[in-house]
């Protein structure tokens, strides 16, 4: 089993940054490849990015790529998603999932935080 644990939402300017945090529950973690999604109100959950296992694969989605960076430290069980240059359609609830292997789709991940909000204003 693994628990995940997301934090660090909050409401920020366009232009601006913020540091989403992951804490998995469990030995599991190192295990599972993790993943970020998101959901905006009335659309489906898209892929942000995944990492792998050690950390030295990612994927990002192209609405992440030169803007959002994410990384994990198993020793300190964390997984971060490093968010700059923040658009109003960035705005969202952020999950964190956790799953066997890289994947778009959310219905490949079997492990799920409760989501931490996102809202970016103009």
């Known amino acids: 089993q693994l628990q995940l644990v997301e934090s660090g939402g909050g409401l920020v300017q366009a232009g601006g940054s913020l540091r989403l945090s992951c804490t998995p529950s469990?030995?599991?973690?190192?295990?599972?490849?993790t993943a970020w999604f998101r959901q905006a109100p009335g659309k489906e959950r898209e892929f942000v990015t995944s990492?792998?296992?050690?950390?030295?694969?990612?994927y990002y989605a192209d609405l992440a790529k030169a803007r959002f960076t994410s990384d994990r430290d198993n020793a300190k069980n964390t997984y971060i998603l490093e968010m700059n240059s923040l658009k109003p359609e960035d705005t969202a609830v952020y999950y964190c999932?956790?799953?066997?292997?890289?994947?778009?789709?959310?219905?490949?991940?079997?492990?799920w935080g409760q989501g931490t909000q996102v809202t970016v204003s103009s």
């Open positions: 469990g030995r599991a973690f190192s295990s599972h490849i």
């Open positions: 990492i792998g296992k050690s950390g030295t694969t990612r």
């Open positions: 999932a956790g799953g066997k292997g890289h994947s778009m789709d959310a219905s490949d991940y079997a492990y």
